[in-house]
């Protein structure tokens, strides 16, 4: 399609980097979430759906309408999501086969509840009005383009006992102290976890307090306005100005990410054989995805391929880094290491090889072959991918 969010085609894809776009729309507007995707489809993570209904909630001046075909799986994780009023859930019925789609679609606790429905509209309203406690009223709504493929002149229905829309509002100021105690992200993180709050109510929670006029929050959204990536590449050291922040919470947020960099790293221990790339490319990813300059190192490992060592070898420019092989063997000697995989960053984040990259790779293979050490793999990471050249067979 030429857009990078749709490299895999119409595989299931997380874009965990456009989650926070809506807290940018100032104006109220209804947003079709996933138009053309399934929010619940069986590739999509629970944490990560939370992390969409979180947005959501902290977004509450704008209207989403979900849609989805997966009714089962809506109500199987139902009690596990943190329904806001400003999102409106529905299920699409192309046909009668699919009309127990309903049935599910009542059992959740969402307070807006619609259905997309084509040419079985006149059947499709007996079943919706069929509830054993009260009935409930079929309202037309506007038309959602896109919500059912299969559909034929698709219909939004509203299936709610009394159907009213969100009122938008400019959220240019909000007190936490203002907010009702049950809507406070340190409250609603007691009730469904951190995986419930949005990336600013996060970082609202290691700012707090705010200052006087701006709430932590207020803070926190002009820290992650650009996404998480650049919050993880800039420099947390107390002493260097970060916007309006002081010391001590430059020092918390630095340390946190610190932290979580440190236990994503853990996940591979010198004790494990490597057999597969994605073994060490995760904490790669954790350690070097968020540069802005390439660095180039190598992991060194014994005969049963078991981690020795991992070195960094280069920091280069903005664009390119410059090393030769022999920085790379020079420390497989004098670790003793029997092999070692090669890897560098690509700030761009594009994994894809350069010339320069495959050249290198090929020259170090070649030197390592003569010296008794294999060079089992070249990984290019980035902040959420990475490319094994083994595996891509370029070496």
Not at 53 to 72: G, I, P, Y
Not at 92 to 97: F, I, K, L, P, T
């Amino acid at each position: 399609m030429g857009q990078p969010n749709y490299r895999n085609g119409f595989e299931v894809t997380l874009q965990p980097h456009m989650l926070e776009l809506p807290l940018r729309w100032k104006k109220p507007q209804q947003i079709f979430v996933n138009s053309m995707s399934d929010l619940f489809h069986a590739g999509v993570p629970t944490p990560y759906i939370q992390r969409v209904f979180a947005v959501m909630r902290e977004a509450k001046w704008h209207t989403f309408q979900v849609l989805t075909k997966r009714a089962d799986r809506l109500e199987e994780i139902d009690r596990e999501l943190d329904w806001p009023p400003n999102v409106w859930m529905a299920v699409s019925v192309e046909s009668h086969a699919v009309t127990h789609r309903i049935d599910s679609l009542r059992a959740t606790r969402a307070q807006v509840k619609f259905l997309s429905i084509g040419r079985t509209r006149r059947n499709c309203a007996t079943t919706c009005t069929a509830d054993g406690n009260r009935p409930l009223r079929l309202v037309e709504r506007p038309s959602i383009t896109a919500a059912s493929r299969e559909s034929v002149n698709p219909r939004a229905v509203a299936l709610a006992p009394d159907p009213r829309e969100p009122r938008g509002v400019e959220m240019d100021h909000v007190s936490i102290a203002d907010m009702p105690v049950e809507e406070r992200p340190r409250e609603r993180m007691a009730r469904g976890g951190a995986v419930a709050l949005s990336d600013a109510e996060l970082m609202a929670l290691l700012i707090e307090p705010g200052r006087r006029g701006r709430s932590s929050l207020d803070i926190a959204r002009e820290i992650v306005a650009d996404g998480l990536l650049a919050v993880a590449r800039r420099e947390w050291i107390p002493g260097k100005a970060v916007g309006s922040l002081g010391a001590s919470r430059v020092a918390r947020i630095g340390a946190a990410l610190e932290l979580g960099r440190r236990i994503a790293t853990l996940s591979t221990t010198s004790a494990e054989p490597i057999r597969e790339p994605a073994i060490v490319a995760r904490r790669l990813m954790a350690t070097y995805g968020h540069r802005v300059q390439e660095t180039l190192g190598g992991i060194y490992l014994d005969a049963r391929h078991r981690i020795i060592s991992e070195r960094e070898i280069f920091v280069g420019s903005l664009k390119a880094a410059t090393v030769s092989p022999r920085d790379v063997f020079r420390f497989a000697l004098s670790d003793h290491a029997a092999a070692v995989i090669v890897f560098h960053n690509h700030p761009s984040g594009d994994p894809s090889p350069s010339p320069q990259d495959l050249a290198f790779t090929q020259k170090l293979a070649n030197i390592g072959e003569q010296l008794g050490v294999d060079v089992i793999d070249h990984l290019i990471v980035t902040s959420n991918n990475f490319l094994s050249f083994k595996q891509n067979g370029h070496m």
